[in-house]
């Protein structure tokens, strides 16, 4: 962000030749990040103009693995808002189980895996994680092969074990990793029921029904238009009674399907699907 | 005469601080007109695990309510908005808020360069950017992306702020426009406050 800018015309050729060439659409991603992430994927190559990026785009296929991982934000913690697993954990899966014997979830843009791990964490921690089908979904490949091998910096785990103390754990944090060499390598028999795959949720279709879809902090990077439209899918992949959950300042108000949703939990922004 | 050279063309105030920026914030907020005519949009340091509590504590001194936005909402005219903890908050096209989870910047999320720059970007010479007191960089290059824009740039008088690294930090990267103690700063929202019918 330090020496240079881009205008609107350049953000909306590189959308267009991502489009045509690797049919991946950014035209509906919120520009003010988009525009961000442009910016450091030129920093971090150091193409000095908007032409280089895109010269780059269109002779180099093996480059764009390597874009897209940049164009996704990818920082994320273990139980970030300890509140809301708190809430997970005492009313929203207890009363999932009241009328199943298991549990299908959805991470739906699971990133490097933080949530997905504490999702393990908290089923493990009520007796439950062999009774629950975890699906964890990213547009980004490279990501998800982080999140599979479960390998953190120590620098971060003090932090997820901050929050996990918040969210009021019943054992202790480090049961749940080891270090080896400077790392945190998580307990992998955690994620032996978590399926993890690539999927885009702008031009992905319905794959599956759940009880449970976690999609938090990942809409935030879409317009309106695009929420509007993935909400309508998350809609389309709930089973009635199903439940949503989003990042705690974003919210449901402004989406067409809005009155297919009661608000189970306002401050934790937890919806509840009541219409087919 | 006004000692300041006032416009009606500005859209928005956007103000940041960090350390030592919380006085002058409250007296900022209780001093303007109830009915004061542009969104202002804080960035303002906070302890990122603390989603509560900080919103009500500007609140309580405020000529209106503080809210934190929801990511997508639209900026309204006479609101005071705050960037919510461990967010960015950014300013869309189209005039409504996205907040983004992205990596820290300056150490900082929310950071105030992120807000000064995604604000200049939209409003570009219609946005003013006021910078309070701090103890880091931060919001330095904001300044320096609304100043590129021909937006209007204030910064508290160092002389006045308990830490003094934040405004100095923007002077010294791109022209200020006004160096105001808090007092003055109020004065210049009154008198611009003026110039818009109501």
């Known amino acids: ?276 | 005469m006004s000692r300041f050279n006032l416009d009606n063309k500005y859209k928005a105030i956007v103000i940041g601080g960090s350390a030592g920026s919380f006085q002058g914030i409250t007296q900022i907020l209780s001093a303007l007109p109830a009915d004061f005519s542009l969104p202002i949009i804080l960035c303002l340091h906070r302890l990122k695990h603390v989603r509560n509590g900080f919103v009500e504590a500007l609140s309580i001194k405020s000529i209106k309510p503080v809210v934190e936005p929801y990511d997508k909402e639209g900026i309204k005219k006479g609101k005071v908005y705050l960037a919510p903890a461990n967010y960015h908050l950014c300013i869309e096209l189209g005039n409504t808020f996205s907040l983004s989870t992205e990596e820290m910047y300056n150490n900082s999320r929310p950071s105030i360069d992120i807000t000064l720059d995604t604000a200049a970007y939209t409003f570009k010479d219609k946005l003013i950017g006021i910078l309070l007191s701090g103890a880091n960089r931060d919001g330095a290059l904001g300044m320096k992306r609304i100043k590129d824009r021909g937006g209007l740039t204030i910064i508290q008088d160092p002389e006045e702020c308990m830490i003094d690294t934040m405004p100095n930090a923007a002077k010294n990267l791109t022209e200020i426009d006004y160096t105001l103690k808090v007092k003055e700063i109020i004065q210049f929202l009154v008198e611009l406050d003026k110039l818009y019918f109501k």
């Not at chain 1, 509906?28 to 032409?51: H, P, Q, T, V, W």
């Not at chain 1, 953190?152 to 202790?172: V, W």
Request: glycine residues 4%; aromatic residues 12%.
């Open chain 1, 1 to 276: 962000m330090d020496r240079q800018d881009i205008e609107i015309s350049d953000l909306r050729r590189i959308t267009e030749l991502v489009k045509e060439q690797y049919r991946y659409d950014f035209t509906n991603y919120a520009m003010s990040s988009f525009r961000r992430r442009i910016l450091r994927i030129m920093e971090l190559y150091k193409f000095g103009s908007a032409d280089l990026l895109i010269k780059r785009l269109k002779d180099d296929k093996s480059f764009f693995d390597e874009f897209i991982s940049e164009i996704t934000v990818n920082v994320t913690e273990m139980f970030r808002d300890p509140s809301f697993w708190r809430e997970l954990r005492d009313n929203v899966i207890p009363n999932i189980l009241l009328n199943h014997n298991t549990i299908s979830i959805w991470h739906a843009g699971c990133s490097s895996g933080e949530e997905v791990f504490s999702m393990a964490i908290l089923l493990k921690e009520m007796g439950i994680l062999n009774k629950a089908k975890i699906i964890a979904t990213d547009i980004d490949k490279v990501i998800l092969d982080k999140a599979k091998l479960g390998h953190y910096s120590m620098k971060n785990m003090e932090l997820n074990e901050k929050n996990y103390i918040r969210f009021e754990g019943k054992g202790s944090f480090k049961d749940y990793f080891t270090e080896q060499n400077g790392k945190a390598v998580m307990d992998k028999t955690l994620i032996d029921n978590v399926s993890f795959r690539e999927h885009d949720l702008v031009q992905g279709v319905v794959f599956n029904k759940f009880d449970l879809i976690l999609c938090r902090n990942v809409m935030i990077y879409f317009n309106q238009n695009l929420q509007n439209e993935v909400l309508k899918k998350h809609h389309e992949s709930l089973f009635k009674y199903g439940y949503l959950v989003i990042g705690s300042k974003e919210s449901l108000i402004w989406c067409e399907i809005a009155n297919k949703f009661i608000v189970v939990n306002n401050e934790e922004k937890v919806y509840k699907k009541i219409k087919d």
